[in-house]
């Protein structure tokens, strides 16, 4: 028997013993698995498109320390989810990993949570692929005036690019691995050509303070990105919402568990190499982008268009300009390329045990051609679509999405690791190949509270709206749960006999695929 024929085995069993079929197709490696955690993170997104959030914040000091202070929060989540994930390899993880350390009441919240986070992952990104192309592109470099294009050009856009991707996820998990792969590849690319270009073509000498030079850019200073608080440190705390957005998703790694090989390895390392390697070169990137800056001043009133006044006023040569400019605008449709397939998968999972009424039995379909959950794709493409067009076509609608992308998702992964904590020793007993051992529970602890901060920052003004929500969500989820859905919802199965109780149901699953 070959390596890889053993390695199937054991990721098969593995998942038995968990209760559940291999249905979804399992080829993807330790590099697919961080592949597609790298490009939903994807450093050219969030780390050019939420520029402004940190700039118009505290200044360079938000750049140049607060990336690191963001992506150590980030790293200890990644970390603590890593764990967990190790243990417990299946799609849709979080909501498993809720449901088996705080029980299936908890397990169903976060699946909730998290799911409206990738709702607005999807979303925020092919928002954002759309205004990057017009600017970048068709602006940039075709010369069109930028005020011929209106709210009917973004909802017409962003349509075709969520159906193209959501066609791309159907079509099975290989085009899917085969595109996050290049993407990986071209994020690193990319992002050095940024670096490099506008080191060697800054119009001003390099000056290396700007990195730790703290200035209060809230308010008319920053073009408005902030409302005016008199508190540089609350303004330094409001610019890590930058960070936070851009390095998330990284669960994405845990949803393709079923897809992935030697899962309980390949999953921790995938999410945290992902982290690690974004934060990395993420800071080296928006570093690049403060010290070409011709003037600082000018660059906080630029606002959004900050990132696209330093590229213009680069002396790097008008190819790479192009170049750099398609290469940021493809980065970004595969980020949303990679967020629909750990929507899809987070919809598969939770609906498989039950978790949507009415919906749930069409929602854990897979294609048996293609052993993709084809309707939870397709039925994720058109909320993401939704979505976006609720937040309509204003400058605010991007961040608004992004900064609820960033809020529920690490609310979702904070969830599960707070209830590790508690279970650890106790009722969780088992853990996996990655185990961090006495720091666990440190670990954990300050990846709450790094996770919390980050939220916290995702729903201040002028984005209250996202607080708003989640409050509205929380309320309504205690309310549908203790009214409805505790009675009704089984759950994943969480005991021996509940395992033992499903084999049967495994074997005709399985064998029901392998006939078609």
């Not at 994405?252 to 090989?261: I, K, P």
């Not at 980020?335 to 598969?348: E, H, N, P």
Request: hydrophobic share 50%.
């Amino acid at each position: 028997m070959s390596t890889h024929d053993h390695t199937h085995e054991e990721d098969v069993k593995v998942l038995h013993s968990m209760g559940y079929a291999q249905e979804l197709s399992r080829r993807m490696g330790g590099f697919q698995n961080f592949a597609i955690s790298f490009t939903i993170i994807c450093i050219l997104a969030g780390g050019i498109g939420a520029y402004t959030v940190a700039f118009s914040a505290a200044g360079g000091g938000s750049i140049g320390i607060g990336w690191i202070v963001g992506s150590i929060f980030a790293l200890l989540v990644a970390a603590a989810m890593g764990q967990i994930a190790s243990a417990y390899p299946t799609a849709g993880g979080l909501y498993h990993w809720g449901s088996i350390l705080g029980g299936k009441g908890w397990g169903w919240g976060t699946a909730w949570i998290n799911l409206i986070g990738l709702l607005f992952v999807v979303a925020s990104v092919n928002y954002g692929v759309y205004l990057l192309a017009r600017d970048l592109v068709f602006v940039g470099i075709f010369g069109a005036a930028p005020e011929s294009f209106t709210g009917t050009h973004l909802i017409i856009a962003v349509a075709l690019i969520t159906v193209s991707q959501a066609f791309l996820n159907f079509v099975g998990i290989r085009a899917t691995t085969i595109l996050t792969d290049f993407s990986g590849y071209l994020i690193f690319l990319v992002s050095i050509a940024i670096i490099v270009g506008l080191l060697a073509g800054s119009p001003v000498p390099l000056d290396f303070s700007r990195l730790v030079t703290f200035t209060n850019n809230t308010g008319d200073v920053g073009g408005g990105t902030w409302p005016a608080t008199s508190s540089l440190f609350f303004a330094f705390v409001l610019g890590l919402l930058h960070v936070c957005y851009t390095i998330t998703g990284f669960d994405a790694s845990a949803h393709t568990s079923e897809e992935t090989r030697d899962a309980q390895r390949a999953v921790p390392r995938g999410m945290l190499t992902a982290v690690f390697w974004s934060g990395l070169f993420g800071w080296f990137l928006v570093v690049a982008v403060l010290l070409a800056m011709p003037d600082m001043g000018e660059g906080a009133k630029r606002g959004w268009s900050v990132f696209f006044y330093v590229l213009e006023s680069s002396g790097m040569p008008a190819w790479l300009k192009t170049l750099i400019s398609i290469g940021i605008v493809v980065s970004n449709y595969l980020c949303a390329l990679a967020g629909m397939t750990s929507l899809s998968r987070m919809i598969f999972a939770f609906a498989r045990d039950g978790g949507i009424p009415v919906f749930s039995k069409y929602l854990r379909r897979v294609s048996p051609t293609y052993r993709t959950p084809g309707v939870a794709i397709w039925v994720g493409a058109i909320l993401c679509f939704l979505l976006g067009w609720v937040a309509g076509s204003d400058a605010n609608a991007y961040i608004v999405l992004a900064s609820g992308c960033a809020v529920f998702l690490y609310v979702s992964y904070i969830m599960p690791i707070g209830a590790g904590i508690l279970a650890e020793g106790k009722s969780w007993t088992k853990k996996g190949p990655f185990n961090l051992g006495g720091l666990s529970k440190p670990v954990a602890v300050l990846a709450v509270i790094g996770g919390g901060v980050l939220a916290f920052v995702g729903f201040q003004p002028p984005y209250q709206l996202v607080g708003q929500f989640l409050a509205v969500v929380i309320v309504l989820l205690v309310i549908i749960w203790f009214g409805y859905e505790r009675k009704r919802f089984p759950g994943p199965p969480l005991t021996e006999e509940a395992v033992k109780a499903r084999q049967s149901e495994i074997a005709r699953e399985e064998a029901a695929l392998a006939q078609s």
